[in-house]
């Protein structure tokens, strides 16, 4: 947020406000600089007994009389009527430094700054029980910090956007190199360590029968309208292969494909089918779609085929598709419409609920790819009847 020049001064006196000692920027307490400056108001000084009448450039001096209540009164409504928002910015200024005046609510958001945790997630990486955690959230919550979401049994929390965290990283900056700040984040480090590990057992336990599972998006049709926007030849990468029914559908076309998945024994049944059907054309790269072990411009083609929804960043998955992808290469996404079927996140490991199109669009867009192209490709024979969206893209040059 860019700041006005720096001027500061006492917290000021407004109609018959309580006055409070100590210096704060103009800026932090939500008055516009040129509030202070229009003419006929009569701006008392909050002073404690010590403070010197000498003024200090940048500062008001004091008066030499005190100004009747009805004048403060006067020039309140005054400023009101010309900054009708101020009063609601001054109360969130409030509300937003309050709750910055404590550590463990620090502590916390630097942990939210980085990634979305659940409360058991910030009891693990905190070490602090679960009243505590509540508690703090809640009031970071009521103060406009953070926001919650519901995802099956439980709500994880994240950092709002807006002009209460405006100021955030000016506050967390001179703490990021303390013990108590790098032992959290070693802390989360172990929780998102944990996340992997799940989603991997997960598929490891699961891979044999997954062929044979009716999963969400996955429609014949939706797969072949996918397949024919897709260049006939290339060297094409497939990020989370799951059952890696279309990695082999794309091996029939492609001059070759690398089948990339968190979990080993997804890749190892993939080689089998593969083998069945006489396919050598395939590498099997085990990796994690948001760090791939993979060089820079290798592919021509990359597809996400309902891999974003289990990724704990999104946005990181389609940066590092991006990256791997030549110029002008094409990206494919086949994913779940944004639903309401919340047992997808115990029984099949799903991290978001699908996306809507406008969120999916923003995040290609975001991530480097232009010439998007996105529609509702199919929806599922079978109850929920999910819906499948398809997005082709192309790579900025």
Known sequence: ???PRARWARRMVIGPSVPASGYWPLWVLGIPSGALESPGLHLQHAQSPSQ??????????????????KSLQSDAQSIRSRYPDMTMRLEETTRTLRALGDETRLRMLALLEREELSV?????????GQSRISTQLTQLREAGLVQDRRSGRRNFYQLTTGRSV?????????????????RDQEGLKAVLARRREDSRSYFDRVAAAFGEQVLPGRTWEGLSRAILRLAP????????????????????????????????????????????????NINYVEGDIE????????FDV?????????????RQALAEAR?????????????????????????????????????????????GFENLLLERAARDPQPPNFMTLVASAQATA
């Open 120 to 128: 058991s997630e910030l009891q693990e990486a905190l070490n602090m």
């Open 52 to 69: 010197t009448h000498d003024r200090v450039p940048g500062q008001f001096a004091p008066p030499k009389r005190p100004v009747p209540e």
């Open 291 to 298: 760090d791939l072990p993979l060089p820079d411009a290798q």
């Open 166 to 182: 405006d100021f955030l990283d000016s506050v967390l900056d001179p703490h990021r190199e303390s013990e108590e700040f790098q």
């Open 1 to 3: 947020m860019k700041r």
């Open 323 to 367: 990256r791997i992808i030549k110029p002008g290469g094409r990206l494919l996404v086949i994913e779940l419409l944004a639903h309401n079927e919340s047992w997808v996140k115990e029984q099949l490991q799903h991290i978001h609920q699908g996306f809507t199109e406008n969120e999916l669009t923003e995040l290609i867009q975001a991530t």
């Open 302 to 314: 990359v597809v996400l085929s309902q891999a974003l929804h289990h990724a704990q960043q999104p």
């Open 233 to 280: 030849r290339g060297n094409y990468a497939d990020l989370g292969i799951g059952d890696g029914l279309l990695t082999l559908m794309l091996a029939q076309v492609a001059d070759q494909v690398t089948a990339v998945d968190l979990s080993k024994e997804m890749l190892n049944q993939l080689k089998l089918r593969a083998g069945k059907r006489d396919l050598n």
